[in-house]
């Protein structure tokens, strides 16, 4: 195990700058994950890490090894792809004992280490079978024990759920975490679900357009967004955004009289915010009137229009709202977020 540094790291493709001035420290043993939309860069960013693809300028570390010009092979590192990158023509044994067997490793100590990692994911019944025997969820783990055997100094996840159904996703997401908890082996994880992100992760990277928007402890990001970009990629329904100007202590937009956390000066343009989750229902408040209810079984989602601009509310308990019914909100104290209209930044 080892702790990777990232320091100044740069990405260009031709005039083309992907990755801008990124830095990023990962202790030993420790559970990160890349987050962002597509073309953020996270993708590229791990690729440098494996030595997949070459370093316009800066230094990767991993121990006390920068490792800029070392081929994958010598970084200590095992990847496991989105697509899972099986042979189909080699037993699950095979597989997972392959990169094993080209680094000329005993027949006895790849025996082993395959065991202990059918073993650790539940694939012992399935040793002898091919890949096309398997389901998707069962390739994912032979991917996983491909790299496990060769007690990495640190995993690359890259994507590895996107193409399992919804279901098998969230097991796999809890299997994920129990295998790190297991072996706590310094992991890096890219994904563009940032509910992947929410509960898989000791800390987050969200990433936008190259650069590093925000990282953190996930329920940091998600109390504290650093930016309006954050408040609205971390949550699920994302957070409520509305622009206004700070006049008398409240946030004034489009004839709405919001209250304000404070720390914007009067006259300023700024971005009210508060989570779905943290809008209360009222007998007066802010008017909203129902768009679409969307009951999910544990939660009511209820899309809302509130002076033109659209929200989102989610309720614990069940209402009978119909759209075009005009309901009356509150966000609770404590709860609301302020942003600098022209920057994104955080006031409060």
């Known amino acids: 195990m080892a702790e990777v540094k990232i320091r100044d790291l740069q990405k260009s493709y031709g005039a083309v700058k992907v990755v801008h001035a990124v830095d990023v420290d990962i202790p030993d043993g420790e559970f990160v994950v890349l987050v962002g939309p597509s073309g953020c860069g996270k993708s590229t960013l791990l690729r440098m890490i494996a030595g997949l693809e070459a370093i316009?300028?800066?230094?990767?570390?991993?121990?006390?090894?920068?490792?800029?010009?070392?081929?994958?092979?010598?970084?200590?590192?095992?990847?496991?792809?989105?697509?899972?990158?099986?042979?189909?023509?080699?037993?699950?044994?095979?597989?997972?004992?392959?990169?094993?067997?080209?680094?000329?490793?005993?027949?006895v100590e790849i025996d082993a280490r395959v065991a202990r990692a059918a073993g650790?994911?539940?694939?012992?019944p399935y040793l002898a079978r091919f890949p096309r025997e398997l389901?998707?969820?069962?390739?994912?783990?032979?991917?996983?024990?491909?790299?496990?055997?060769?007690?990495?100094?640190?995993?690359?996840?890259?994507?590895?759920?996107?193409?399992?159904?919804?279901?098998?996703?969230?097991?796999m997401?809890?299997?994920?975490?129990?295998?790190?908890?297991?072996l706590a082996t310094t992991t890096v994880y890219v994904t563009h679900d940032q509910i992947e992100a929410m509960t898989m992760a000791d800390?987050?990277?969200?990433?936008?357009?190259?650069?590093?928007?925000?990282?953190?402890?996930?329920?940091?990001?998600?109390?504290?967004?650093?930016?309006?970009?954050?408040?609205?990629?971390?949550?699920?329904?994302?957070?409520?955004?509305?622009?206004?100007?700070?006049?008398?202590?409240?946030?004034?937009?489009?004839?709405?009289?919001?209250?304000?956390?404070?720390?914007?000066?009067?006259?300023?343009?700024v971005i009210w915010g508060v989570r779905p989750e943290h809008l209360d229902l009222v007998d007066s408040g802010i008017a909203a009137t129902v768009v679409v209810v969307e009951p999910t079984g544990s939660e009511t989602h209820v899309v809302l229009r509130i002076a033109g601009h659209d929200a989102v509310a989610v309720f614990r308990e069940r209402h009978a709202f119909r759209p075009g019914e005009v309901i009356h909100l509150a966000p609770r104290s404590g709860l609301v977020?302020?942003?600098?209209?022209?920057?994104?930044?955080?006031?409060?």
């Open 56 to 107: 316009t300028s800066g230094t990767i570390s991993i121990g006390n090894r920068v490792v800029n010009n070392l081929p994958p092979a010598e970084r200590d590192i095992a990847m496991v792809f989105q697509n899972y990158a099986l042979y189909p023509h080699k037993t699950v044994a095979a597989n997972m004992g392959f990169a094993l067997k080209m680094a000329r490793m005993n027949k």
């Open 173 to 182: 997401r809890s299997e994920i975490r129990e295998l790190h908890q297991r």
């Open 135 to 171: 389901s998707g969820g069962q390739r994912q783990r032979v991917a996983m024990g491909r790299a496990i055997v060769r007690n990495p100094q640190v995993f690359l996840f890259d994507e590895p759920l996107s193409n399992l159904d919804a279901k098998l996703r969230v097991q």
């Open 337 to 348: 977020h302020l942003f600098d209209e022209a920057t994104g930044i955080r006031i409060n």
């Open 120 to 124: 650790i994911l539940g694939l012992d």
């Open 203 to 269: 800390r987050i990277v969200v990433m936008r357009e190259g650069r590093i928007a925000q990282q953190g402890a996930p329920l940091d990001l998600y109390d504290r967004p650093a930016n309006t970009f954050v408040a609205g990629f971390i949550g699920s329904p994302s957070m409520n955004l509305i622009s206004g100007v700070i006049r008398a202590g409240m946030v004034e937009a489009d004839g709405l009289s919001l209250p304000s956390p404070g720390g914007a000066v009067e006259g300023r343009r």
